[in-house]
Every structure is written in C-alpha cells, then in structure tokens.
C-alpha cells in the first residue's frame, strides 16, 4: 500500500492564494502565518488522522497510485491554474 501525499499542502496553498489574489488584494501576512500554522498542524496531527478510523481513505496500491497519478497530471496540463491565480490582464490574449 502506498500513502497519496505528494501534494498534501496543495489545499492549503489554494486557500491561500484566493485569500491573497480576491478577497484581500496585496495581503501577505496574514495568509502566510495562517499558511505556516496550517501546515504545521497538518505535519502534527497527522499521526492522528493515520490511526484514526478514516486512514483508509488514503490509502492506495499501485494501480490507484497510477491512475490517480495520470488523472493529476491531466487535470493538471489542461486546466489554466496559472490563469485563475494571476491579475486577469496578465491572462488575456490580444
């Protein structure tokens, strides 16, 4: 069995950026400890969450391991994050 975790903080980092980039334009501070607070406390309480009842649904063989794999890099490569995250004058094409 293998533990999905490549991009664990990955939640983290998106609530960080829509905090950043749409409901407080040029705030940095405040995410960024609440970011760091996050990921500490994911670091910490992960034991918990691994010998709790719902471990299971993270964990994968290798063929789960494989699709999913494939389905991230897909969604990946066609969905324009970069777009959703930049000012849109940056993102528009003339």
């Known amino acids: 069995m293998g533990h999905l975790h490549d ?4 939640p ?4 960080m950026g829509m905090y950043m980039f749409k409901l407080r334009p040029g705030s940095i ?3 960024s400890l609440a970011g760091v607070i996050a990921l500490v406390a994911a670091v910490v309480f992960g034991r918990v969450v691994a010998s709790s009842p719902i471990a299971g649904w ?3 063989d290798h063929h ?3 699709v999913l794999l494939c389905l991230y890099g897909f969604a990946a490569s066609v969905l ?3 777009c959703c995250w930049r000012p849109a004058t940056t993102c528009r094409r003339t």
């Open 7 to 10: 991009r664990d903080d990955d």
């Open 12 to 15: 983290i980092a998106i609530v």
């Open 80 to 82: 324009p994050f970069g």
């Open 58 to 60: 993270f964990l994968f």
């Open 64 to 66: 789960q391991l494989t």
């Open 29 to 31: 501070r405040g995410p």
